[in-house]
């Protein structure tokens, strides 16, 4: 209780607040399913957003899994219905009927549907790189969308949601313009709950998201406490790598000026 009374205090006597008007486009990327319209996360149970589709796309993983194969595990038979599309997409379709299993195992069975031989590891390799995979020290990296395997390239769909202010917000700017990866402010959750208990609607914090070319990308995350004063949807979208050059995303292209770092 201590600490909690020293958030209040500290909320409502030192803290910075700002009002984002009204009109403003806020957007978050995620390849979650969930039925009825966006959730605050289970962590904190704050909605988050960026002022910047590029940025909220970052936030949509490329694949719900990634395994790392090697040719003899692709070659074989198997009870896993992962790596079974993933040979049917090379051409190789074994008969699990005719197979015999020692647990999970194959032990014994013939050659694949349309081979007269066994697959060795030359031929697994050989199909894998004629359909884009690289082999990296001796594996594959395969990435899934649900049990489906992703062609190098690929990204699963998700979504981009795209939320309008109806009314001004206040916001406590916790932000600081320079983030520490060290003391990530998005884990304050006291101090979350205290900003709300004081009627403030959200909260802006330095954040950093992770891009496969830049690595871990600082910028300027919106905490919502709820979504009563945003009109959202919703449209299909998937990951896409940073471009600072871009003035929007193909599923968004007209990306809006930024205001969180101007807070």
């Known amino acids: 209780m201590k600490n ?16 984002i008007p009204a009109g403003k486009v806020l957007f978050h990327g995620t390849l979650e399913t969930f039925a009825g319209g966006l959730k605050g996360g289970g962590y904190d149970n704050i909605i988050w957003f960026s002022d910047s589709p590029r940025i909220a796309q970052l936030y949509i993983p490329r ?32 008969d699990l009927e005719d197979v015999e299993w020692d647990r999970n195992r194959a032990t014994s ?10 697959p060795k590891e030359a031929d697994v390799i050989r199909l894998m790189k004629e359909s884009g995979w690289a082999d990296e020290r ?12 992703l062609k190098p ?3 699963s769909p998700g979504r981009l949601f795209i939320a309008k202010v109806k009314e001004p917000l206040t916001v406590w700017v916790k932000a600081t313009g320079d983030g520490d990866l060290q003391d990530l402010q998005y884990h304050d ?7 709300e208990a004081q009627g403030l609607d959200g909260v802006v914090i330095d954040d950093f998201a992770q891009s496969e070319v830049e690595g871990n990308f600082g910028h300027q995350s919106l905490g919502m406490f709820s979504d009563d004063k945003l009109q959202i949807r919703e449209v299909p979208a998937q990951y896409r790598e940073w471009d600072r050059e871009a003035k929007g995303t193909p599923e968004y292209p007209n990306e809006p000026p930024g205001f969180l770092h101007k807070l």
Do not use: C
């Open 153 to 155: 390239g690929e990204a």
């Open 63 to 94: 694949a719900g899994m990634t395994s790392h194969l090697d040719a003899e595990t692709i070659s074989r038979p198997t009870k896993d219905v992962y790596l079974q599309n993933l040979q049917k997409l090379i051409g190789i379709d074994y």
């Open 109 to 118: 069975f013939s050659a694949p549907k349309g081979w007269d031989k066994l």
């Open 189 to 195: 959750l006291k101090g979350f709950k205290a900003a």
């Open 4 to 19: 909690l009374v020293t958030a209040l205090r500290r909320i409502t006597a030192d803290v910075e607040t700002a009002t």
């Open 138 to 149: 001796g594996q594959f990296k395969i990435k899934f969308n649900k049990d489906k395997p």
